[in-house]
Every structure is written in C-alpha cells, then in structure tokens.
C-alpha cells in the first residue's frame, strides 16, 4: 500500500503545479521560475512511474500545459505542438543519445542541429499555397487561440511565401520573442508610470499577442524565429532538419543566427559550452539550447512520447543565476485593489549584474511552503525574469530563534483587519479609502497603459495627497496651475505640462476609463470588452448580472465585481465627480466587419477540413456576414464540409448556394 505521506506529496505536487500553470498560461504572471517548475513536475513525474497506482488521467504530467484565455476564439492545431524535453547536464544529454540510440542506432554520429532555445512564446502559422491563413498560440498544444490579426502585424511573419516550393498545407511553428532592449526599455517605462512590470520577456510576448486590439501588438515590436515545417498535405522532401531551416528562411522566415550542424554529441557539447557564455549578452532572452536529431527518417523513427514531447529533440537547460544572501525583514505593500503581497528586503547582493536589495515573496502561502524566516540566509534567483525571486533558506545556517512568519492580520497602512476569500491565495485591505490602496490607485489611473498622464508618478502622486489637494482620482480634474506652483519641487512649466496632461485624458475611450478605474478582475481586455458590449458608462452602471451574459469572456466573477463596485455609494459619488469634469463615459464602436459576405446570412454545416467552426463563423463575421444554425428562406449562402446532414438537403431543396471551404477561403481572400 502507498503511504499516506507519499499520497499527500502527490497530491500537493498537483496543486502547486495546476496553480503554477494557471498563473503561467492563463494569467500571464509566472508565480515559479523554470527551475522550480521543472522540479516540481520531475518530482511528480518520479513518483508516479515508481507508484503507478497514483496515477490519474488528469495528472499534470499527462498534459502539455494550462488552458487557453477565454476571450479569443480558440484554434485546434492540424498536429498537436509538442513541448521538449530538459537536459540539465552534459550527462544527461548523453543518456538521451543513449536511449534514442537503442530505438535507432543511427542517431550516434549521425549528425545534431544546435538552436539557441529562445525565451518567448510558440506560435503555430497555417500557410496555403503559401499565404497565411491562421496564425495561433500554443494555448495546450491541442488547441490554441487564434491570434492571426496580431501575428500579421509582426514583420518576421510572412504574409505571402517567397519560392514556391512549398506543401500545399502547412503549419509553421516558431517562437514570437521581445527582443532583449526593447523589453528593457519597456519594463522601465511601466515602472516609471507606476505599471507592474513583466516579470520575463517571455510574458511580454505573450501578453502582447493576446491583445485585443492589433495596433498594440504591433506597438509592441515582436519578433519572431520559426523553427519547423509540419506539412499538412501536399510533398516536403527536405531530408534534414538543417535543410529545413535553410528552406523556411528561403520563404521569407528568421531564423535563428547561431544555428549549426554538428557532427556528433561530443562536437554538439562543446559548442553548447561555447553558446552557454553568449546566452546573456543575446539581444534576445534565451534560457538554453535545443539540440535536434538532424534526420528527419530518424526522427520519424524515434517518434514521439504520449504525443507530448519529441524523443528526437532536447532542451540543454542552464542552471539560473542564483545568489545568497541574508534575509533582513518581510514587509507587506498594499497594492490598489487592496491585495496584501509580502516582499523580501534583503542584504544588497550582487546577482547577474546588478544589485539586488529586495524580492518578492507573491503572496503568504508561498512564504510558509517556502518556509523562509527573517534572519535566515536565502537563495535569490534572476533567470532572464527581471523581478528577482527567493527559491529558499538555506536551512543549515538558519539562525536560532528564528521563527516563521506570521502575515500582520492588519493593513499595514491603515491598520483595518484583512480579509481572506477562502478561494484566493491572497489577503485584502477591504477599506476602500485605505490611504494605501489610494495611492496605488491614482498612480495606476494615471498610468500609460491607463488615462496616460505624463509627468503624474509615485513622487507627484504622493506630494497632492499629502498637501491634501487631492482625496480621488475626479480631484485630478480640478487642480489648477496656482495651487501646484504653490508646491515644492513645481515650478510654472511643470506645473501647466502636468494641468495640460491630466485635461488631455479626458477625451479617453470609457474602456481605458474603465481600465484605470482599477476595479478588481478588470485588466485592459476586460475594460475593452465590457466597453463594447456596455457601449457607456451610464449602460454598465445600471447592468445587472444577467446583462453579462452575451459579453465576450466576461464570467460571473467580473461580472460579480462590476456590479459590486458600482453598487458601492462611493462609486456613485466619484462617477458623479467624473462626470462632472467632462470625461468621456463612452467608446467609440467598433464597425462590424465589412467585406464580401456584408448583409449575408451564412449557415456552416458538417466538418471542414482545416477550419474550425469557431474559426469560420470568426472570419465570416469579419468579413460582414451573420452565420445562423438554421436553414431558411433568408439564408444566403451554405458551407458544407464532410458528412453534412439534413441542412444540406433542405438548402438544395430551397435552391440556395452551397459552397465548400477552399471556396470559402477564395471568397474570403484567404486563397487565390
Ligand atoms: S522545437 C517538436 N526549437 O521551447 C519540437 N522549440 O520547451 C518542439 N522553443 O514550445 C519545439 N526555441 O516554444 C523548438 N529552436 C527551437 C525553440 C523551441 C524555442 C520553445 C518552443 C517550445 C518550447 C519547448
């Protein structure tokens, strides 16, 4: 019988990795680095092979990872994208080409391909006859989301193929990445406008490929580097994965630079040794090496493990930067939602460059699974992420005495007693007027990403709370020039700049309004989203629950915390203020999509060959058209797909059009 302690392990190893994974793929906010993740999952995956009695289906070890964002339409892969394994040793890697090499003796000198494995997010690009028609997220490796709006905005994504050589169908996979200045710069901008930063460059591409609006993504500057060919139908005779890639840069593709045959592992080794040194000053944030079986007869032999990773492909992993260094107290900042998030200050340490003197801590639980105790000695990492992390103490020098954390049961800025959801992980201020959660929430209101008031930061924020010239963000509205220059460190230009700038965010769209508003749950995808299915402030003041039901990737929870906070009197009392300073409480409407299929009614029925329903009704909505399920008289158009039933008969009895998907496709523009 397996023990009730080992039962437990398992059982926690789950649930930190579902969370983990939650936080990674669904919120774009990694709560463990790579190599914490990686040790978890290596842990459950050992467990469950020597106990296999423990193993359940839905064990984190039986999928490729989290599940996709609600808001955009979902896209299932033609193939499934397949996630690597990691190799953290020279020894590991030669037991890889052991094993490969008992299922296929030739891999040994056989040849490798070396690619430096960069840190970004996978994409999968469906191209016919050579113009792309999908471009999508990796979301599970089943089913991602379609992103293809965005994509076409990156200029390392080809929107027509050059040559002419290629499959008829095909799915291009590769990685969009933020290139290593431009996240640099970006995260100090978003530090400097009070904005958290992103914790790696690869949660900036993510994120920046979920946007809603294109003219973000686009803002945002991806990059991108394809890496494989996954042809669907039509030939491909490309012998090796070298040919490949020289082939998908041919068409029009980045590639990445320090790619290179090798002859065998030994040869292989030495070079990753040399690439290891390089990987930090890369213009790109890059986390190892990717080493592939060169013959692609070789791979097909080797095949792949439970359709979940390659044998013939592997991850050379380094091991992150990591620091020591003596943890001097656990403090607690008040964010403006009121979330109580415990962070580390630290000894200052010197970790990859520079100084660190404090690291976050994300929130209590982690403190007490972490176990980390102010006095003891801790190991703080910075792996290519740019807020450093505590991993643990290190428990032989754990001073005596030292005694674990217990989180203040009170706001530690205005003393209020915090509340806990017992579904969430963090604790609250619940005080709506907590001086602290104000101050966080007028920097955020003023923040780029929100009504965008240049000039107005933590100092300046701070200066009017303390003169008292403000108690809310509508007090912005009135502050003259007078009263400012009566300020230290304001002078006559600094003070007009800053009146002018808080005048000129009044004309904001209500859903970037709604966005600085800093209503729990209510991100910039969900203030647009509400926006324009709300239309006005005044439409989603007076929306009940129900009311949400049609909004796009608005679930019960934003719902319930929409309405919460308008029901609250000093909500009413500030929209009144708002109001009252002329700020604009509508958005402008988006124009339903105009285009060949404008006044048409569509019916979809059967299964199309490469497009999802979802996706056809997404691209003939684009395209002006309304899609039905049923079919009548004003139907004006049918797709039929495979084993399409009784609506077919019914349009051929109405005599109306039916037409396939390659039609479709042409009408749409998406085909010659
Ligand atoms: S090959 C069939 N090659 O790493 C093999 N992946 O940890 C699947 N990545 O999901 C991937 N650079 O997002 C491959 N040169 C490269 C890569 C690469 C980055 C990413 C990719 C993949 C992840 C797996």
């Known amino acids: 019988m397996t023990s009730k302690v080992l039962r437990d392990e398992v059982a926690s190893l789950r649930g930190q990795i579902a969370r983990a994974n939650r936080a990674y793929y669904e919120l774009d906010a990694p709560e463990l680095s790579d190599a914490e993740w990686d040790r978890l999952f290596h842990r459950l995956q050992a467990i469950e092979t020597a106990h296999p009695e423990l193993m359940t289906p839905d064990s984190p070890t039986q999928r490729v990872g989290g599940a996709p964002a609600t808001h955009l339409p979902k896209h299932p892969h033609l193939r499934p994208m397949l996630s ?18 008992r299922l296929a003796a030739a891999v040994v000198g056989g040849g490798y391909n070396l690619e430096v494995k960069i840190d970004g997010t996978a994409v999968c690009l469906t191209y016919r006859a050579g113009r792309l028609l999908i471009g999508a997220t990796r979301g599970n490796g089943a089913i991602g989301e379609d992103v293809t709006a965005n994509l076409r905005t990156i200029d390392d994504i080809p929107l027509q193929l050059d040559g002419n050589d290629w499959p008829a169908l095909m799915e291009v996979r590769g990685e969009v990445y933020f290139p290593a200045e431009a996240f640099r710069k970006l995260n100090a901008r978003r530090e400097r406008d009070g904005d958290e ?48 890639l020289a082939t998908l840069q041919r068409w029009g593709f980045q590639i990445e630079p320090h790619h290179a045959r090798v ?45 979940r990773e390659p044998r013939w492909a592997i ?43 404090s690291a976050t801590l994300h929130n209590d639980e982690i403190v007490a699974q972490k176990d980390v105790r102010v006095g003891d000695m801790v190991e703080v990492v910075r792996a ?52 602290g959660r104000l101050l966080e929430s007028i920097i955020h209101f003023a923040s780029r990403d929100a009504m965008d008031i240049r000039g107005l930061g933590e100092e300046r924020v701070r200066q009017l709370l303390d003169a008292k010239l403000i108690a809310n963000v509508a007090d912005l509205y009135a502050l003259t020039i007078e009263q400012l220059v009566a300020l230290d460190r304001f002078a006559e230009q600094s003070a007009t700049q800053l009146v002018a700038a808080i005048a000129m965010s009044r004309s904001q769209p209500f859903s970037t309004l709604l966005y600085g508003l800093g209503i729990r749950h209510v991100g910039k995808t969900v203030g647009l989203a509400l926006a324009r299915h709300f239309k006005s402030l005044d439409g989603l003041r007076v929306a009940t629950i129900e009311d949400f039901a049609g909004a796009r990737g608005i679930g019960p929870t934003i719902a319930a915390a929409v309405t919460g906070w308008f029901q609250d009197p000093r909500s009413a009392a500030l929209i009144e203020g708002l109001r009252e300073h002329g700020l604009n409480f509508s958005e402008p409407q988006v124009e339903i999509g105009d285009g060949p299929f404008t006044g048409k009614t569509i019916v979809l029925t059967g299964t199309l060959p490469t497009l999802s329903r979802t996706e056809a009704t997404f691209r003939i909505e684009r395209a002006g058209g309304t899609v039905t399920s049923g079919v009548s008289k004003k139907t004006s158009l049918v797709v039929a797909g495979a084993e399409a039933g009784s609506k077919l008969d019914r349009a051929r009895q109405l005599k109306i059009e039916v037409i396939d998907e390659g039609e479709l496709l042409r009408r749409l523009g998406l085909q010659p």
Not at 294 to 304: N, P
Request: a neutral charge; proline letters at 10%.
């Open 197 to 244: 930063p992103f914790a790696n460059p690869r949660n900036a591409a993510a994120g920046g490929l979920r946007q809603l609006d294109p003219a973000t993504t686009r803002s945002r500057r991806l990059r991108c580097f394809a890496f494989q060919v996954v042809p669907i139908e039509g030939a491909f005779a490309i012998a090796t994965h070298s040919d490949m």
């Open 384 to 435: 290519g992420e740019v807020i450093p992390k505590i991993l643990g103490p290190v428990l032989k020098d754990r001073p005596k005495g030292a005694v674990p954390w217990v989180p203040p049961d009170r706001c530690p800025a205005c003393d209020t007693p915090a509340v806990r959801d017992p579904e969430e992980v963090m604790r609250y201020c619940p005080n709506p007027v907590c001086p």
């Open 84 to 101: 690597l394994a990691n190799a953290f040793s020279d020894d590991e890697l030669r037991a890889w080409e052991e094993r490969n090499a």
């Open 263 to 307: 002859a065998n592992l030994d040869t292989a080794i030495a070079r990753i040794a040399k690439l290891e040194a390089m990987l930090p000053s890369l213009p790109f944030g890059a986390d190892g090496v990717v080493v592939k079986v060169d013959r692609r007869d070789l791979q097909e032999e080797l095949g792949t493990i439970s359709d």
């Open 315 to 357: 991850a050379r992993k380094f091991a992150p930067e990591v620091a020591i260094t003596r943890l001097l107290a656990i403090r607690v900042n008040v964010g403006r939602t009121g979330a109580l998030a415990p962070f580390a200050d630290l000894e200052p340490v010197e970790l990859g460059g520079v100084t660190i003197s």
